[in-house]
């Protein structure tokens, strides 16, 4: 097998995976290596060999004390994860816990196990420390702290972890190799979520990871697989790498991420900075906070060193060079206009119907209240109670009767929660007690039985949408066994136990819950969808108050035409004030759409080049800047200001007006193209009235031509 070996001192790239047909003979291969295993490989916990390693040198001690037994073909330092598996160790032995010994031959297998128990007292030798490698399958081992394979997943599983210690994989092979767990396997889901919490850190292509394999993977697999990964690895989205990151870089899995955002960001400050038209100058507005290109924003660290957070600035002339330990915090815009260039048009009318009815779903399923069945177990207790005067007649406690009149009231009224508080803890033991009989959640706060579930996502589905959902898709091709129907591919925004009805006592708790669901929504759908202004303003409607900021954060870089879109139209005062820091101004300046305020601090360079632009901006006809402020107090802008530019302190404030029959489409449409707006047609967005003479309605084929 062709393996490429990479320098620590860069990233995996395309190039470095696999090749196909290397790729399908590592499936056959595999296949016949569950059934058959022969390569020995022996782990060894390092913390019981100290006595035979020294610092610096513990790959060739390693070598020397294996070599009586075979040739040593590969030592592997791996740490072991809590949650994680064993991965491979970012600075070789200095920080492994374990190593992976593989020997050539076979036949040095017998010889290794003596060593391991070579005064035969049944204790592991002092020295050694060594213990068998699932792999060795082949050998008969009696000790109780050797183990073989027993089942093909494990087989499967331990192969493909071996091979991907020193391969690398594209996601659509990655997707391939998984469909070898079948239902046939025992506990083939757990093998299955093994391999690719372990593959996905050898994945060359992660921006495709979400269509290849995610939306491929099955209820069941694709939930244990959100619980292994963690939320920050399942959701991040490669092709929309938009949000607020806070990651722990000493998590093999939050380092990727970081890993992977570095490369994100040298590649689009690559591409910004391009000189299109070959005249010695970058064409693009520099919308970075520092003014060095840099898609971050807002970063700091906390090194763990005592001396709490600080700031931090990316060296990305050495991104293989971030920190070993600590946390870093950031948010991280994409200048990635590329589909708009290209007009990549948004998700079709038909499909955002859907992702509406799903994104409404949301809050149909979480609710203020307790479950279906619960209620009904509650109305029968409470109804069983005495009443006030019954138990006036009968001596009972008159307390406890008025509590339960009480309860009865509001369970009428449906306040489920109100009802049980009214009723106190008299009898609630006994009302739990009943639950339990019943085999129902006890929970106060969340019901999650899967009949329940089930019950109610069938009661909120239309008629119709059941009878299309009970349609078999044909299979197109025959092959792969995706491509041929047996594997259905999701919604690439859908979250399986998004639908999973959930109860609170209160609507604080029921809004914080369905916000944390609309944004994981949004995060996972914009991995492959783009959305119109349009749309973008029907799905705001839907978002939580709490959560309109980054649900904003997470559409801004996939909203196809952009010119459309107003932030300001969306969020309040407040909620801009957050969205410009994060975004930053320069990223959300609309040359089409100008006219509103401005409070700009000159002295942040993203700010100042917003102010520079509207400046340029003062070449149309009129009066187009108004209550215009600089350190608070009234001015008019000097001529200085546009030879010079704005100067690089002051707060400046104004208001831009467009003043009808003034707006210069040559100029704010090369303005755009500057800024994150390119593609055809955006000209369009200036209202007929507000456009110079001779750009109105049916505009010119020339123009036409030069506005592309």
């Not at 022969?38 to 790959?59: C, I, K, N, S």
């Not at 949004?522 to 029907?538: D, G, H, K, M, P």
Request: glycine share 6%; hydrophobic share 40%.
């Amino acid at each position: 097998m062709k393996v490429t070996y990479i320098s620590s001192k860069r990233t995996a790239k395309l190039s470095d995976a696999l090749d196909e047909s290397t790729c399908s003979a590592l499936r056959d291969f595999t296949t016949e290596y569950a059934e058959n295993p022969r390569r020995p490989v022996l782990q060894l916990g390092l913390d019981a060999l100290q006595e035979v390693l020294e610092d610096g040198e513990e790959e060739q001690v390693l070598r020397t004390h294996f070599s009586e037994f075979g040739d040593v073909t590969l030592i592997e330092f791996v740490i072991y994860e809590d949650g994680q598996g064993w991965v491979p160790s970012p600075n070789g032995a200095e920080d492994a816990t374990s190593a992976f010994v593989h020997f050539a031959n076979a036949k040095m297998a017998e010889k290794v196990m003596q060593m391991v128990d070579g005064d035969g007292d049944g204790e592991l030798d002092k020295a050694g420390g060594i213990y068998t490698h699932p792999a060795a399958g082949e050998i008969d081992l009696d000790p109780e702290w050797a183990s073989e394979l027993s089942t093909a997943p494990n087989k499967i599983a331990d192969l493909l972890r071996l091979v991907g210690s020193e391969a690398f994989f594209t996601a659509r092979q990655i997707a391939t190799l998984i469909q070898m767990f079948t239902e046939d396997h025992d506990d083939f889901v757990h093998w299955k979520i093994q391999v690719l919490s372990f593959l996905i850190q050898r994945c060359v292509d992660m921006h495709k990871w979400n269509s290849e394999v995610m939306d491929f993977l099955d209820e069941e697999a694709f939930n244990a697989l959100e619980d292994k990964l963690g939320s920050l690895m399942f959701y991040f989205t490669g092709n929309n790498p938009t949000g607020h990151y806070k990651l722990q870089l000493m998590n093999p899995l939050q380092r990727i991420i970081m890993t992977r955002l570095v490369e994100i960001s040298i590649d689009e400050r690559t591409t910004r900075r391009h000189d299109a038209d070959g005249d010695g100058s970058i064409d693009a507005v520099n919308t970075s906070q520092k003014g060095d290109w840099d898609n971050w924003r807002n970063e700091r660290i906390d090194y763990y060193d005592g001396n709490g957070i600080q700031p931090y600035d990316f060296d990305e002339k050495r991104p293989w060079d971030l920190p070993k330990d600590g946390m870093i915090e950031c948010d991280y815009v994409s200048t990635n206009a590329a589909f708009r260039e290209a007009d990549v048009p948004p998700m079709d009318d038909e499909t955002f119907e859907h992702f509406q009815d799903d994104l409404q779903v949301l809050w149909k399923v979480v609710q203020v209240g307790v479950s279906p069945p619960k209620a009904e177990v509650l109305e029968e207790f409470l109804e069983s109670t005495n009443s006030t005067a019954a138990a006036r007649r009968g001596g009972a406690s008159i307390a406890r009767a008025d509590a339960a009149e009480k309860a009865k009231a509001e369970f009428r009224k449906n306040h489920f929660a109100d009802a049980m508080k009214a009723f106190g803890q008299m009898r609630a033991k006994e009302l739990k007690n009943e639950l339990t009989k019943r085999n129902l959640d006890t929970s106060a706060t969340a019901d999650t039985q899967a009949g329940q579930r089930e019950e109610f996502v069938q009661r909120l589905k239309p008629a119709a949408e059941e009878e299309a959902a009970a349609v078999e898709p044909e299979p197109d091709v025959a092959g792969d066994e995706r491509e041929a129907g047996k594997i259905e591919k999701r919604p690439p925004w859908q979250i399986p136990r998004q639908a999973l009805p959930v109860y609170f006592q209160d609507e604080d708790s029921r809004l914080e819950l369905i916000a944390q669901r609309v944004l994981l929504m949004l995060r996972r759908s914009t991995n492959e969808c783009y959305f119109s202004a349009a749309q973008t303003r029907a799905i705001m409607a839907e978002v939580p108050a709490a959560a309109k900021v980054e649900a904003l954060i997470i559409l801004f870089s996939r909203i196809t035409d952009i010119e459309n879109h107003a932030a300001h139209e969306l969020l309040s005062a407040e909620e801009m004030v957050q969205y410009k820091r994060r975004v930053g101004v320069a990223n959300i300046f609309n040359p089409f759409k100008a006219d509103v305020r401005y409070d700009l601090d000159l002295r942040v360079r993203d700010e100042r080049a917003v102010a520079k632009l509207l400046v340029e901006m003062t070449a149309e006809k009129g009066e187009n800047w108004v209550d215009e402020t600089y350190n608070g107090n009234p001015f008019e802008m000097g001529a200085h200001w546009v030879t010079d530019g704005p100067p690089n302190i002051g707060m400046l404030g104004l208001t831009f007006l467009t003043n009808p029959g003034t707006a210069n489409l040559f100029m704010r449409t090369a303005m755009a193209r500057r800024l994150l707006m390119p593609g055809p047609g955006r000209w369009r967005a200036i209202p007929d009235e507000l456009r110079e003479p001779g750009q109105v309605r049916a505009t010119p084929t020339s123009i036409v031509s030069h506005l592309r």
